[in-house]
């Protein structure tokens, strides 16, 4: 099987290839046509193209990746070494939850994992909000965190400065389980590993990239690594958010995906972020995350919400 994670890898991260893409052809070789990655490899050009209506521009890409195929053996041997697991789309170990909120347009084909696995199949709540969160919102995420941890829901988070940071130490501190989304490649994350070390080794903690191993943190894959966070979860803890920003379209998008999104009003501000939200369907929710009720004008709710 490790052999065959080298041909997962090279087809997850194919270059300017969308998700969807890389996930129809994968779901083609494996499920239809009843072949494994390896197999699809080794097919030469024409046959690829006849079979999977491959373009000449993807199959460019694809002999490229090819020529990657004994750095990537290295590497799979490297994860090994190293007690990290690949959880592959096919893979019964992969978290079933985020097939469901992301379907096959945006799905990660590959998960790469170190922890307790197990957590991935758990009911799950993302915490969010701003990197520059205020001491209240700070206090709501740590006593949310608290909540999930007596209900036995597990916390997910992206390891972001403010809210998110709250969100995994308060769930350590309340001896809940958590789980670390990556803005970045796993084998780029050894100072987390070794801070989480008793964490991840007890069964609390794991920690998950759907980037190339080596991929150091950028912007973009921040704003990427938000889709994986509210894919996990059933629920979405908004604690405090701007105007804009992934916070903000996380939210939204929870909406549209008709998720259950709820938001902390604590002052009643309706030129607030949250109070926007709130018009567009967000449920409003206290200190201890229990629903309140806001009266919203009705020359002020707005028809169609999106």
Known sequence: MDNEFVYWIAIA???????????????????????SLQDFF??????????????EKELVDINNVRETLPNLSFQVEQLKNKGIKIITLNSKLYPKIMKE??????????IY????????QENAVAIVGSRDANEDALAFTDNIAKKMAQE?????????????????????????????VLP??????DSGFRKYKNEIENGGV???????????????????????????????????TNFSGGTWSGAIDGLKKQREVFVYYPQHNTKSPA?????????????????????IPKDMVQLKMF
């Open 275 to 295: 109070y926007e939200l709130i018009k567009k369907g967000v449920i409003p929710i206290d200190f201890d995350g229990n629903k309140i009720k806001i009266e």
């Open 206 to 240: 794991i920690v998950l990239s759907t980037y190339p191993v080596n991929a150091p943190w950028s912007t973009g894959l921040a704003m990427g690594r938000n889709r994986y966070i509210y894919g996990l979860a059933k629920e979405i803890y908004v604690a405090q």
């Open 184 to 189: 970045q490649g796993i084998l780029t994350f």
């Open 42 to 55: 080794e097919l030469d050009n024409n046959l690829i193209a006849s079979t999977f209506g491959c373009t």
């Open 101 to 110: 909120n992301l379907k096959v347009k945006y799905s990660p084909t590959i």
């Open 152 to 180: 036995y829901k597990v916390v997910v988070s992206g390891f972001a400065k403010g809210v998110d940071k709250q969100a995994l130490d308060s769930s350590i501190k309340y001896k809940g389980n958590s789980i670390i």
């Open 13 to 35: 991260h194919l270059p300017r290839w969308t998700q969807e893409r890389i996930n129809t052809l994968v779901i083609d070789i494996i499920n239809n046509k009843q072949m």
């Open 113 to 120: 994992t170190k922890g307790d696995v197990n957590i991935l």
